[in-house]
């Protein structure tokens, strides 16, 4: 059974700061892995999508890796800022488009 | 295309009522997906969908709850009787698995209060 974690759970930073956030799962027979982003009380927002082919994609100053191998990813924020406070989720699909979501990390970016 | 619609988007209701939930996947989408997200249990997939068919229903945590896809732009969920437990916010989600990237998109989700 395919096991996300992300870590870490929680993270306070203050603005300008570039950040990595972590995610490892245990089977590395993915078909994708996708990042989320969650904003509180609201739904979640796909920001990036790897294909197990791909090793990197990015979006403005989001950049997302996928090491298949070691069962990695990590999410690299370039410049933080305020407005990117949210909970950030990846989630792992094999072969039956089915994703796996690891808990999240909890995103503060104090000006 | 709207994106993936849910209704209501806030639901109070006394123990023991029925709730009903609804999701219209995005136009195309052969996938649909319910979840719930607890602060204690993150975000779990209650059942899900391909093609309109229930292929696991094995998250729904009781008998309570039933799903249901009539067709492929329409999905219920249903809770009868509700407890206070079933409190949670419930998300449906879809993906087309015709193109590339088999993307998922969710809904805006429905915050449910079971009193």
């Known amino acids: 059974k395919q096991e996300v974690t992300q870590i870490p759970a929680a993270l306070s930073v203050p603005e300008g700061e570039n950040l990595v956030l972590n995610c490892s799962f245990t089977?590395?027979?993915?078909?994708?892995l996708q990042w989320f982003r969650q904003d509180p009380g609201k739904g979640l927002t796909s920001l990036l999508l790897i294909q197990s082919s791909q090793r990197e994609q990015t979006s403005g100053r989001l950049n997302a890796s996928l090491d298949k191998s070691s069962g990695r990813s990590t999410l690299y924020i370039a410049a933080s800022q305020p407005g990117d406070s949210a909970t950030y989720l990846c989630?792992?699909?094999?072969?039956?488009?089915?994703?796996?979501f690891g808990r999240g990390t909890s995103l503060i970016v104090h000006p | 295309d709207a994106g993936v619609i849910q209704s209501p988007r806030h639901e109070v209701t006394e123990m023991g009522q029925e709730v009903t939930l609804r999701c219209k996947p995005i136009?195309?989408?052969?996938?649909l997906f319910w979840y719930r997200q607890t602060m204690m249990r993150g975000l779990e997939l209650l059942i899900y969908?391909?093609?309109?068919?229930?292929?696991?229903d094995s998250g729904m945590p009781e008998d309570r709850f039933s799903a249901k896809m009539p067709n492929a732009s329409f999905s219920t969920l249903k809770i009868q009787p509700s407890e206070p437990r079933d409190s949670a916010v419930y998300f449906c989600?879809?993906?087309?698995?015709?193109?590339?990237?088999?993307?998922?998109?969710f809904g805006p989700g429905t915050r449910l209060t079971v009193l």
């Open positions: 969908f391909n093609n309109n068919v229930p292929i696991d």
């Open positions: 989600a879809s993906t087309g698995t015709s193109g590339v990237y088999n993307e998922q998109f």
């Open positions: 136009s195309g989408h052969d996938y």
């Open positions: 989630a792992v699909s094999g072969g039956s488009y089915i994703p796996t």
């Open positions: 089977d590395s027979a993915i078909y994708n």
